[in-house]
């Protein structure tokens, strides 16, 4: 059974800090990773997603994150962050084969302070 | 595009009442989602559509909760009797199935349920 690892639950950032956000999962076989978040009163939306090839992939409003294929992590970074990014971010891992299964993290809230 | 529907947007019932929330996917995605998601969790897979059949519901409180999907459009999901551990938001996702996974899933607003 896959599963998804995400170690903090709650980050409080001020506007231009660095942010790093881990996700370690578990799975036997080739997964598809992806980073969604969740702005305050909004729907889960996709942030980046990583199939194969350049294990760094860039998402939207300059957030990317680096498949490390040797510690099972999809680790998620921005060089700056700003107030708009305070939100909860959710780690999730799918598996190429069967149903395609979409397995979540438990999330972290990120609050960026102006 | 339209996104994912779902309604209503909040409930509030008492325990051992029942509820029934709703879903309309986007257009042509034929895999459905449901999700739990209690407050400081991530969401929680309860069943997994394709078209109108189960795939996965291993997760899913079969004692109490249901869900269908008639015509492989709408869906429903209902639970009866309720229990005040069942406060939660309820999300439905979709997405295109194939391509390996690779598909994201697209989320509605949920559903926030509060059993008093």
């Known amino acids: 059974a896959q599963s998804v690892s995400q170690h903090n639950h709650h980050v409080i950032l001020s506007e231009a800090a660095s942010l790093e956000l881990g996700c370690n999962y578990s799975?036997?076989?080739?997964?598809?990773l992806f980073w969604y978040v969740q702005y305050p009163g909004q729907h889960l939306q996709l942030l980046l997603k990583?199939?194969?090839?350049?294990?760094l992939v860039k998402g939207i409003k300059g957030f990317e994150a680096e498949f490390i294929k040797s510690k099972f992590s999809f680790n998620l970074r921005k060089p700056s962050v700003q107030w708009s990014d305070t939100a909860e971010y959710f780690c999730?891992?799918?598996?190429?084969?069967?149903?395609?299964?979409?397995?979540f993290g438990t999330g972290t809230k990120l609050q960026v302070i102006p | 595009e339209a996104g994912v529907a779902q309604s209503p947007r909040y409930k509030i019932i008492e325990k051992r009442q029942s509820v029934a929330f709703w879903c309309n996917p986007i257009?042509?995605?034929?895999?459905l989602y449901w999700y739990q998601q209690i407050l400081g969790q991530g969401p929680k897979l309860l069943i997994q559509?394709?078209?109108?059949?189960?795939?996965?519901d291993s997760q899913l409180p079969k004692d109490r909760f249901s869900a269908e999907r008639l015509k492989g459009v709408d869906s429903t999901l209902k639970i009866q009797p309720a229990k005040l551990e069942d406060s939660a938001v309820y999300l439905c996702?979709?997405?295109?199935?194939?391509?390996?996974?690779?598909?994201?899933?697209?989320f509605g607003q949920g559903t926030r349920l509060t059993v008093v």
């Open positions: 996702a979709s997405s295109v199935p194939g391509r390996g996974g690779r598909n994201e899933a697209f």
């Open positions: 799975y036997g076989g080739t997964v598809n």
């Open positions: 990583y199939f194969s090839g350049d294990p």
């Open positions: 999730a891992v799918t598996s190429s084969g069967g149903y395609q299964k979409v397995t």
């Open positions: 257009s042509g995605h034929a895999t």
């Open positions: 559509f394709q078209n109108n059949g189960v795939v996965d």
